[in-house]
Nanobody, 129 residues
Framework: QVQLTESGGGLVQAGGSLRLSCAAS???????????MAWFRQGPGKGREIVAS?????????YYADSVQGRFTISRDNAKNSVYLQMNSLKPSDTANYYC??????????????????WGQGTQVTVSS
């Protein structure tokens, strides 16, 4: 079994920064490392949406939602089974519960929540104006 645990959420003023961390425990991955890891978020009254995703390969460019492009940076440390999300220039619209997700093996797309195999419990990010 695999468990993902997020941390780093909190309350921050608009324009501020936060760094989210996600640590994976257990061993259910079909490969040495997850094929992909991602951050999703769900704001109040909204559905779950992709924030960013990153492949196991260093040559593959990370994916970012248009709403966070240029402000957020996703990274991973395979040796630590961890993925991170550096969030800069935060806006009130970024307020949401942020979820870490892992995809065990190859899929043709990486931005659909239903394709991910493991999920964290979420960490709340609140951005005040």
């Amino acid at each position: 079994q695999v468990q993902l645990t997020e941390s780093g959420g909190g309350l921050v003023q608009a324009g501020g920064s936060l760094r989210l961390s996600c640590a994976a425990s257990g061993r259910t991955f079909s490969s040495t490392y997850p094929y992909a890891m991602a951050w999703f978020r769900q704001g109040p009254g909204k559905g779950r949406e992709i924030v960013a995703s990153i492949r196991d390969s260093s040559v593959a460019k990370p994916y970012y939602a248009d709403s966070v492009q240029g402000r957020f940076t996703i990274s991973r440390d395979n040796a630590k089974n961890s993925v991170y999300l550096q969030m800069n220039s935060l806006k009130p619209s970024d307020t949401a519960n942020y979820y870490c997700a892992a995809m065990d093996s190859f899929r043709f797309t990486l931005i659909q929540a239903r394709l991910y195999d493991h999920w964290g419990q979420g960490t709340q990010v609140t951005v005040s104006s």
